[in-house]
T-cell receptor, first 116, second 112 residues
Framework: EAGVAQSPRYKIIEKRQSVAFWCNPI?????LYWYQQILGQGPKLLIQ????????DSQLPKDRFSAERLKGVDSTLKIQPAKLEDSAVYLC??????????????FGPGTRLTVL | KQEVTQIPAALSVPEGENLVLNCSFT??????LQWFRQDPGKGLTSLLL?????REQTSGRLNASLDKSSGRSTLYIAASQPGDSATYLC???????????FGRGTQLTVWP
């Protein structure tokens, strides 16, 4: 079974530029998550999708971050314009969903963003 | 809001030692708790998931326990090996569709 795919793996941009990340979840997984992991910290949830709909985006800086999930499969996360403090690893995860189930999350390799 | 703390932040041990990593959480109303491993430059690999109704889970040399009443979980690694060197993260989940709340991790180094 193929895992969660993310691209690009690395990105270096200057502040005020725009950047986009792509995620392809495990086939059949209804739930998709984007996390931000700043160096030395644990991942923090940015946004969670259930199929096409947003379940939780309470910690997404909506003035500069946006995300969409096309047809309930792939997802893109965009930052426009980027700030220095956005330097982090952006992790995508997916899970199947059953009521009362484990709903274990599986993570992709991440995209390391450096903002200069 | 759930707060997850991991102690120690870093640990360095010789090969063969048994060791314990600690995780504490402030809200005992969790749905499950998960332990992950993260290698440098890589994503997270799930090691063990404990449902709130369970007390422990085992996989090979790894054993994770959960005590909801005290807000604690431990990850026990038996007979450590250099290949176990990585950062270990614990994360709690409050509901079936809820987000994961992560600790900062314990950076483990096992030297030959």
């Amino acid at each position: 079974e193929a895992g969660v795919a993310q691209s690009p793996r690395y990105k270096i941009i200057e502040k005020r530029q725009s950047v986009a990340f792509w995620c392809n979840p495990i086939s059949g997984h209804a739930t998709l998550y984007w996390y931000q992991q700043i160096l030395g910290q644990g991942p923090k949830l940015l946004i969670q999708f259930q199929n096409n709909g947003v379940v939780d985006d309470s910690q997404l800086p909506k003035d500069r971050f946006s995300a969409e999930r096309l047809k309930g499969v792939d997802s893109t996360l965009k930052i426009q314009p980027a700030k220095l403090e956005d330097s982090a690893v952006y992790l995508c995860a997916s899970s199947s969903w059953t009521s009362g189930g484990d709903n274990e999350q599986f993570f992709g390799p991440g995209t390391r963003l450096t903002v200069l | 809001k759930q707060e997850v703390t991991q102690i120690p932040a870093a640990l360095s041990v010789p090969e063969g030692e048994n060791l314990v990593l600690n995780c504490s959480f402030t809200d005992s109303a969790i749905y499950n708790l998960q332990w992950f491993r993260q290698d440098p430059g890589k994503g997270l690999t799930s090691l063990l998931l404990i449902q709130s109704s369970q007390r422990e889970q085992t996989s090979g040399r790894l054993n994770a326990s959960l005590d909801k009443s005290s807000g604690r979980s431990t990850l026990y690694i038996a007979a450590s090996q250099p290949g176990d060197s990585a950062t270990y993260l614990c994360a709690s989940r409050g509901s079936t569709l809820g987000r994961l709340y992560f600790g900062r991790g314990t950076q483990l180094t096992v030297w030959p």
